[in-house]
């Protein structure tokens, strides 16, 4: 008997040992501990809005293939933008100057890397220099708002103008929340506040400073992405020569629709229309009596 025990206990323990091996290895295959040295190499900065749980060590990857690891993140002071510097390897040395890196996440809950997307430019990254074009960490809430239709706002590290507009109704219409034109996000809802005067509420957007020629003669207009999506403000352009320019109003704007106005609508007008057959056919039956 024990030696039986004695066996067992032996068998136990080296399934422990095995099993915490085990782990220690995919730990370094799944984490950023894993392929840390690299040969020669050179920096490069990029600037993201936010880096989620993007760590020093990660892997920097050109179609899936790493080639090489983030060196280092700060954050700029007096501005919410953090500097990535990323170390590549001497090999990869011709990455177009408008390439995109992104922040993303492998697998549902592995750890973030940067991924880079060749751009088209004949000029290259040179050592030392910046990556303009970038994307940010994907937050859950903010795919689980793209899944109901919402869509995130722009990436507006270029610097943003702003614009504002009342409205009679602002629904569910959130501060952040997109500002689209031609469904595409240019910028995000900065405020949103009340007047106790004019009872409405002003809404001031921060527009990317890349759109800068939206004519001052635009319309503003609540929507609602799908049926029970967030809502965002939407740009139809206008035709007017003068572009909106900061601090401008936008005077033409449409109010959030509610679910009852559209509700009552529907039913207002078909009783509408119900009354007029009625009265319709109450003439037709009155007529030949007439004669």
């Not at 995109?100 to 004949?122: C, H, M, P, R, W």
């Not at 689209?180 to 910028?187: C, L, P, T």
């Not at 405020?191 to 890349?210: C, E, G, Y």
Request: aromatic share 6%; net charge negative; proline share 4%.
């Amino acid at each position: 008997m024990s030696q039986q025990r004695s066996s067992y206990a032996v068998g136990t323990g080296l399934f422990i040992v095995f099993g915490f091996a085990a782990l220690a290895y995919l730990a370094t295959q799944t984490t950023s501990i894993a392929n840390v040295h690299q040969g020669a190499s050179y920096t490069v900065d990029a600037h993201f809005s936010n880096i989620g749980q993007l760590k020093d060590r990660a892997p920097v990857k050109i179609a899936g293939v790493r080639v090489g690891q983030v060196q280092s993140i700060t954050l700029e002071p007096g501005r919410e933008v953090a500097d990535v510097k990323l170390s590549i390897d001497k090999a990869y040395d011709r990455i177009p100057l408008d390439s995109v890196a992104t922040i993303f996440t492998s697998g549902l809950l592995g750890d973030q890397y940067v991924g880079i997307e060749y751009g088209n430019s004949k000029q290259t990254v040179a050592d030392g220099g910046t990556l303009v074009l970038t994307r940010p960490a994907q937050q859950l809430e903010d795919m689980i708002g793209k899944f109901f239709g919402a869509g995130g706002a722009a990436d507006n590290l270029g610097g943003t103008y702003t614009v504002w507009a009342r409205f009679t109704n602002v629904g569910s219409l959130s501060v952040g929340a997109p500002v689209k034109m031609a469904g595409v996000a240019i910028g995000s809802v900065q405020s949103i506040q009340a007047d106790p005067v004019k009872l409405d509420a002003k809404v001031t957007l921060a527009i990317d400073k890349r759109y800068n020629q939206i004519p001052d003669d635009s319309s503003a207009a609540v929507f609602t992405s799908g049926l029970i999506g967030t809502q965002f403000v939407a740009i139809q352009p206008g035709g007017s020569p003068d572009p909106l320019k900061n601090g401008d109003e936008m005077i033409l704007t449409q109010s959030a629709m509610q679910l009852e106005d559209l509700i009552g609508k529907f039913l207002v007008n078909g009783s509408s229309s119900d009354s007029k057959t009625a009265g319709n056919g109450k003439s037709s039956d009155t007529t030949p009596g007439k004669h």
